[in-house]
């Protein structure tokens, strides 16, 4: 008996993935899990309580995912590196999308309601509203798109944080304000490597006509000197101490001469030096907090 998958089911489950972005939701996940570490060390550890966490809020990502690509259905097919997603290539029905998109979103929001707390529910909700209504939409109009999608990129620690009990305090907020700045010099790197093919599918991006560089890597130098500076906050207010503190620093400055080596080059292979930089930058940054917090 052939137990193996037809390529016709193989195909569904691949294009699933893709149509839940799998791997950028895996992200979220981690940086979730983060929060609720972080956390827990003042609460306790309940460990079905973060599972109920990962379950809710991988559906809820899940789905907001779902809804960006039925929105950009148009958009993706004018990309190379997105015109083979399931929507733009018509290997998945719009309804049937849809269908998933809802079915995951509800039973995330739900699931966080019922099984964690209301609070980290109605986190869960104010991310998929930014994300879906709020971002995706604003992708076509103005740049300051990248900082609205910043928000729903870090509010994932903060669900962590009051999943196992956490108050929205200083220390939430610093989480917050830790995602949401490393993620604009990591899509920065990203917009200005793919510029062009941003510029023709029609989405206003800040590395629109910066052929150059000089744009894109004055704004990453001053949001890697914001990101250094920000592990003042949580040493000033006694959180961490001073190995941490220095290790944000060294971290942040890393990124800012990295910054400044593409704003000299503008060339692809300084921008792409930069982006894996953000790529190792925050594992250690967290691996850092988490030893010293």
Request: charged share 10%; net charge positive; aromatic share 18%.
């Given at each position: 008996m052939n137990d193996e998958p037809s390529p016709k089911a193989a195909m569904f489950r691949q294009d699933l993935a893709v149509?839940?972005?799998?791997?950028?939701?895996?992200?979220?996940?981690?940086?979730?899990?983060?929060?609720?570490?972080?956390a827990s060390r003042a609460t306790d550890w309940q460990g079905m309580r973060l599972v109920h966490t990962i379950l809710g809020t991988a559906a809820a990502a899940f789905g907001s995912a779902v809804f960006n690509q039925l929105m950009e259905i148009d958009l993706d097919a004018r990309m190379a590196r997105t015109a083979d997603r399931p929507l733009p290539a018509k290997r998945m029905d719009v309804l049937v999308a849809f269908v998933i998109g809802v079915l995951l979103s509800a039973f995330g929001l739900v699931h966080l309601s019922v099984m964690v707390n209301k609070m980290t529910a109605v986190l869960a909700l104010i991310t998929l509203v930014t994300y879906v209504f709020l971002y995706t939409p604003m992708k076509r109009k103005h740049?300051?798109?990248?900082?609205?999608?910043a928000i729903p990129g870090a509010i994932p620690p903060m669900m962590g944080w009051t999943a196992a009990g956490g108050d929205l305090d200083s220390?939430?907020?610093?989480?917050?304000?830790l995602l949401f700045f490393w993620q604009l010099p990591h899509f920065i790197a990203?917009?200005?490597?793919?510029?062009?093919e941003y510029e023709t599918a029609g989405y206003r991006m800040w590395s629109n006509g910066d052929v150059s560089g000089s744009r894109s890597a004055r704004l990453c130098l001053m949001f890697s000197a914001v990101l250094a500076l920000l592990f003042f906050w949580p040493y000033l207010s006694g959180r961490v101490t001073w190995p941490c503190l220095v290790g944000g620093l060294l971290l942040g400055a890393r990124m800012m001469g990295l910054s400044?080596?593409?704003?000299?080059?503008?060339d692809r292979?300084?921008?792409r030096r930069l982006f894996l930089y953000t790529l190792l930058y925050l594992p250690i940054a967290l691996t850092l907090l988490a030893l010293c917090w």
């Open positions: 149509l839940t972005k799998v791997r950028l939701n895996t992200f979220v996940l981690v940086t979730t899990c983060f929060g609720y570490f972080l740049s300051v798109n990248t900082l609205i999608g220390s939430a907020w610093f989480l917050f304000a990203i917009n200005w490597m793919c510029r062009e400044l080596r593409f704003g000299k080059h503008g292979a300084s921008a």
